[in-house]
């Protein structure tokens, strides 16, 4: 074996010290190459975020908005502050449109109202949410994935019964049924009973206390979120699912509210091991309630062939008829009680998760300034008839609704209906979603608007909230104004209507349930401001709850708590 040259021992000796210094200063480096690589993302990023010109028309491309971190795009700012983030980029993209980036995909954004008109409207074959409805039908709401097949064959026809709850008679025979429950109910949306045995159902999720005011009056103190949506759903879900169904699972919309608190987390597809207690008890409530579903469908089933004889499900010829309807399409193509249990559940979150809310929200508003409320209630008394009949006995009888002309509340009540509006477009925050399916032009109706370019496998969204909070289009956009939404004829008679508010979306996949939300949640209102003064906890100033975001309409961590006292009214021999 030869001796090593000294050359060779140099050339050792330093490779040994460039290791020796990589490993000392390999944080160093690790930090410098991270740093370098965060600025090409940059300068890279800026330099495609020009609009171009792209194909014919004139289309251009939709400006992207840079971005330092590779892969994850726009996904930290989202997470840290998503509302100051896509208001800020609002201003600066003033064309009303502009694309992020999500982990290498890219979203288009939309504020424009005509260009929102566009995309909601556009065909099918330009780009629909087919594919992420049957994504969230599996992750969110339990669908059985080896029925997915199924559930693609037989989506049209399940689509198109909900024409039922839409047009007349359906609409007509859901709304007469729900106002008939909320005239029974209306007297009891607080009871003075203390003891949870004696309560409703929607009094014992409120925290409800019996307690005597500084005037010597007796009123009920409660939590007003839990009562007002759980009254709601009480009240109007028996038009859909009957009367057995709420009977013999009174918990079931705890559950909803729990899933709707991770819906979120639900439709990534985490598993319920992830560490993250919103998303575990979501997937508990999700079992819980498909369990209680397949319940019911295994009594419908009996029910369809004549063999029910479960005194506890004894009424359940009072389904509606949107359910009776789906039984004909279960049977037709073999769906299991699993899939019908899954469909079902998405429809009662669906009709639960923010009517009931932007009520409580329309409550909140109203109750906050006593003109207003002295207004309203002025307004809807020809169409909510109150009376409280005069027995001559020591026990007066409590007043009574006898008369809800509901339509009369939607069509000439134009005050309490700006109201409705102004808080779905204030207390919502609701996107609608697309994934484009094949290269388009999208272009507004205004004349001389600017063509823009969307290309396959990107996707689209409605930004309904920047919209609504726009001062280019509302003035003093972050002020709740009851009557902004009124506009007068040349008689001084007023109408109020949703103007460029988009928050049901539009299309094909408008919500099937926008009819009946509007007359549901007008008389869910007006019934409680006929019957119930309702004031801060402690009679000091009303505090409006501070919005959380939620699917759609906004909810709150505050817990708003009320004193709540029986209106007086006139007696009536």
């Not at 840079?66 to 980029?89: E, Q, R, S």
């Not at 260009?115 to 330009?126: D, E, F, G, I, M």
Request: charged share 25%; proline share 5%.
């Amino acid at each position: 074996m030869g001796v090593p040259h000294q050359d060779d021992l140099t050339l050792a000796q330093g490779e040994t010290g460039n290791v020796s210094f990589l490993l000392e200063h390999r944080w160093t480096i690790a930090s410098f190459m991270l740093c370098v690589m965060i600025l090409l993302t940059r300068i890279s990023s800026s330099l495609n975020s020009r609009s171009k010109t792209a194909g014919e028309h004139g289309a251009a491309t939709v400006p992207a908005v840079p971005y330092w971190l590779p892969i994850l795009g726009h996904i930290p700012n989202m997470a840290w502050d998503a509302d100051g983030f896509v208001k800020g980029l609002r201003a600066i993209y003033d064309c009303g449109i502009f694309s992020l980036n999500f982990g290498g995909t890219r979203h288009n954004i939309i504020c424009h109202p005509g260009l929102a008109t566009a995309v909601l409207n556009t065909k099918a074959s330009n780009a629909n949410n087919e594919s992420v409805s049957k994504r969230l039908m599996d992750l969110v709401f339990g669908f059985p994935s080896n029925e997915l097949e199924k559930y693609d064959v037989a989506f049209e026809e399940l689509h198109g019964l909900y024409r039922i709850i839409q047009v007349e008679p359906g609409l007509g025979k859901m709304v007469e049924q729900t106002a008939r429950k909320t005239k029974e109910n209306i007297n009891n949306l607080v009871t003075f009973m203390e003891s949870p045995v004696d309560q409703m159902p929607w009094e014992k999720v409120s925290n409800i206390n019996v307690v005597e005011s500084p005037n010597g009056e007796r009123v009920v103190e409660a939590s007003l979120l839990p009562l007002i949506r759980d009254f709601c759903a009480f009240t109007a879900n028996p038009s859909i699912m009957g009367s057995d169904f709420l009977e013999n699972n009174p918990q079931f919309f705890d559950d909803i509210w729990i899933l709707d608190r991770g819906f979120l987390l639900l439709a990534t597809g985490l598993p319920r091991w992830a560490p993250i207690p919103t998303l575990t008890r979501a997937h508990i409530a999700r079992r819980n309630n498909l369990r209680r579903l397949e319940t019911f469908h295994a009594m419908m089933d009996k029910q369809w062939d004549g063999n029910n004889d479960d005194p506890k499900w004894s009424s359940l010829d009072d389904v509606g008829d949107l359910i009776k309807a789906r039984m004909d399409i279960y049977c037709k193509y073999k769906l299991s009680i699993r899939a019908r249990a899954s469909i079902e559940h998405a429809l009662m979150w669906a009709a639960n998760a923010n009517s009931n809310s932007l009520v409580f929200w329309l409550v909140n508003r109203i109750y906050e300034d006593k003109a207003l409320l002295a207004m309203i209630r002025e307004e809807i008394a020809p169409y909510v008839k109150v009376e409280q009949v005069e027995t001559g006995l020591p026990i007066k009888e409590p007043p009574r609704i006898t008369s809800l002309d509901v339509e009369g509340l939607c069509d000439k009540c134009p005050l309490l209906k700006s109201c409705y509006v102004e808080c779905l477009r204030l207390d919502t925050g609701s996107w609608s979603f697309k994934s484009v399916k094949s290269d388009f032009v999208l272009q507004s109706r205004e004349k001389e608007a600017q063509p823009w370019l969307l290309r396959k496998g990107e996707y689209v969204h409605v930004a309904h909230d920047l919209h609504n909070t726009d001062p280019n289009h509302f003035e003093n956009p972050a002020v709740w104004k009851a009557d902004r939404h009124i506009k007068y004829d040349d008689k001084r008679v007023g109408t109020a209507d949703m103007g460029s508010i988009r928050p049901y979306g539009g299309g094909t996949s408008m919500c099937k349930g926008r009819a009946f939300a509007l007359k549901e949640v007008m008389m869910f209102t007006a019934a409680i401001v006929s019957m119930w003064d309702i004031e801060a906890a402690g009679g000091g100033t009303w505090k409006m709850p501070k919005h959380a975001k939620a699917t759609g309409v906004y909810s709150t961590r505050d817990d708003t708590r009320v004193w709540i006292k029986a209106r007086k009214m006139p007696a009536r021999g």
